[in-house]
């Protein structure tokens, strides 16, 4: 499996031959706008976790662009279909779906939602994908929660991609503790460093999960790591 990160909390997996893209937001983030050229990435799929604009704002340009199939909750379904979007799994919490990649399952995330045309965006969501090439969770924007402790029943996680940035979502000590609860100790961070609420200081982040006994991976924007 290849890990490509294009900042925040947009990266892009290969697996059995597909590419999934996630919460794509790469021009709005001055941190990756001239790292990333947003026309060269290619995907079969977007998964978006939540309707706020840090995880949809190039969405539909990506969408349109290559004809890949949006996997997302009912109500952003709604959203995309009115710019004019035809491809889309919707989906809600505790749902999942087998496609040519294998299996995503949606799980809850605790944190907000809505669109930045003011309408509901739905509950949040994680995403815990089964593949041929092992099992990832991706858990979106969220708090540590106790529901995590289910992810293992599902899966035997390969990698976890947690945020680690604190203020909106989980800092790295929750991430740990998250880790622990989906059993897994390779951690992919993001959601960090993008604004000035969430900047963090990287060795502090990576000794903390390293004294845990588990791994944090921070990805150079632009940079693919196999995983
Ligand atoms: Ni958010
Ligand atoms: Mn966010």
């Known amino acids: 499996m290849k890990f ?22 790469i021009s709005p983030n ?8 947003i026309s060269h990435i290619e995907c079969d799929y977007i998964a978006i976790s939540h309707g706020h604009f840090d995880h ?3 969405a539909e340009s990506i969408a349109k662009r290559t004809n890949a199939t949006i ?5 952003l379904y709604e959203y995309f279909s009115k710019k004019g979007l035809t491809n889309f799994r919707p989906m809600n919490v505790g749902g999942k779906w087998t496609a040519d990649f294998g299996t995503v399952k949606c799980v809850s995330a605790v944190h907000s939602s809505n669109l930045p045309d003011g309408n509901y965006g739905a ?10 090439e092992g099992d990832f969770y991706y858990s979106g924007d969220t708090a540590l929660t106790m529901d995590m402790q289910l992810i293992p029943r599902w899966s035997k996680l390969k990698f976890a991609i ?12 929750d991430a740990i503790a998250a880790a622990d609860f989906v059993q897994c100790n ?37 940079a693919t790591i196999e995983v």
């Open 30 to 37: 001055e941190l990756a706008k001239d790292k990333v050229d």
């Open 186 to 222: 390779k951690i992919i961070g993001v959601h960090y460093d993008t604004f000035g609420f969430i900047k963090i200081d990287h060795d502090v982040a990576k000794e903390k999960v390293s004294k845990a006994g588990k791994d944090l991976i921070l990805v150079d924007i632009g």
């Open 4 to 25: 490509t990160y294009y900042g925040h909390s947009c990266f892009l997996i290969e697996t059995n031959g597909k590419k999934i893209l996630f919460d794509p937001f």
């Open 56 to 58: 949809i704002a190039d």
């Open 123 to 132: 509950s949040p969501m994680g995403f815990v994908f089964n593949t041929n």
């Open 162 to 173: 947690l945020p680690i940035g604190d203020n909106f979502t989980m800092d790295v000590d």
């Open 71 to 75: 996997i997302c909750a009912y109500e």
